[in-house]
Each structure stands twice: as C-alpha cells, then as structure tokens.
C-alpha cells in the first residue's frame, strides 16, 4: 500500500467529540508510529519541493507538531501562531468567528521579515476560519502565505473557500 493510504488507514474516527454531531479525525495513532509521522512529514515537505520557504508557521496545537517537524525536514525556521494571550512579546492579533461566538490567533509583530516565504501548516482544514486568519497575520507582519497545507482536509465543510486567494495543500481529502 502506499503511504497516504497507510495514514489514512491509521486515522482514528472519534463520534460526537468535542460536542455532538462532530466525528473528531484522531491523529494521535499516526504521531505514534515512526514509520507513519515520518511519511506524513515527508509527504508535506514533498509538496514544496523546489519552492523556496523561509519560515513554516504551525498553528496552535497541533499545527506546532507537524509545523516544527516540518520545519525541520525543510530545513527552514518555525513560527507559533497561538491562541490570544500566550505570545510573550508584541503581537498582531487577528479574530475570526465560529459557529457560536469568535475566537483569535496571535503572532509575534517581529516573527517574520519582510517578504518572507511563509508555509503555513496545521493538521486539518475544518471550515476555514482559522487557517484564513493565520493567514491574514502572516501577511500583516509584511511576509507571503506561500502555501496552506493540511493533512486533512473536510472538504465538505468547503474551508477551501475562505482560502481561496492562498495555494492550498491537503494530503486527505474527505
Ligand atoms: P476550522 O477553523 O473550522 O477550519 O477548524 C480547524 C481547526 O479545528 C484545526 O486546527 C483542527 O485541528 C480542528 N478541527 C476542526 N474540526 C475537526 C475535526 N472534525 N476533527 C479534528 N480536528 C478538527
């Protein structure tokens, strides 16, 4: 089998998680087998081959996971983008709104320079929101969103939408 297939088959379905009517994608089986993390990160990396990257930016959680793993392999620096309040220094904050209420991400003013090449990872694209105000803050600090890429991607909860001016990656597509 190949290696998407083998990840795919790894995810675990989670009903009504965090909250009824939602199936959780549980990526935790995939972080713990070697064979498996090392595959999806290859995998991502593969995607911006011949691309020049300056920074990947993960966002808050499990984006740091495979960001900073991600980071490494393409040998390029990693930038957190977190939930409000956790950033220690000046930050540029950015809200987007859920299905009740809204909720914000924050970087860093100084985390990138200029026209910096920015691949901006995190573990699921979902509807959106969250990966298009990560992007809206990488382009604040003055650098370039040169990809989204995801593991996984709902593409029924058409997230791709809200990000439709950025090159979108996902590795698995439901
Ligand atoms: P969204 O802003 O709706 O695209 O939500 C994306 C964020 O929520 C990602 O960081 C995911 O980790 C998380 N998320 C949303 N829906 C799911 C799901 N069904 N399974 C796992 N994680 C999810």
């Known amino acids: 089998m190949n290696r998407l297939e083998n990840i795919k088959n790894a995810l675990r379905d989670i009903p009504d998680f965090p909250k009824p009517g939602i199936l959780f ?12 993390f090392g595959d999806a990160i290859d995998l991502m990396a593969e995607t911006v081959e011949g691309q020049k990257i ?5 966002i808050e959680a499990r984006g740091f996971i495979f960001g900073a793993a991600l980071a490494r ?3 390029c620096g ?4 977190r939930k409000p309040g956790k950033l220690p220094y000046k930050t540029f904050r950015e809200e987007y709104s859920l299905e009740y209420g809204t ?4 970087v860093h003013r100084d985390a990138f320079f200029k026209g910096a090449s920015v691949y901006l990872a995190d573990d699921l694209l979902a509807t959106g929101g969250t990966a298009a105000a990560a992007a809206k803050l990488i382009k604040k600090c ?6 989204i890429g ?3 991607e709902l593409s029924f909860l058409k997230g791709g939408e809200k990000l439709i001016s950025f090159p979108v990656k996902s590795l698995i597509r439901y």
């Open 150 to 152: 995801f593991l996984i």
């Open 103 to 106: 909720d914000s991400v924050e």
């Open 25 to 36: 994608k549980d990526i935790t089986p995939v972080l713990s087998h070697p064979q498996l």
């Open 142 to 147: 003055g650098a370039e969103v040169s990809l």
């Open 54 to 58: 300056d920074f990947v930016a993960g």
């Open 78 to 81: 990693f930038v957190p983008i």
């Open 73 to 75: 392999k393409i040998n």
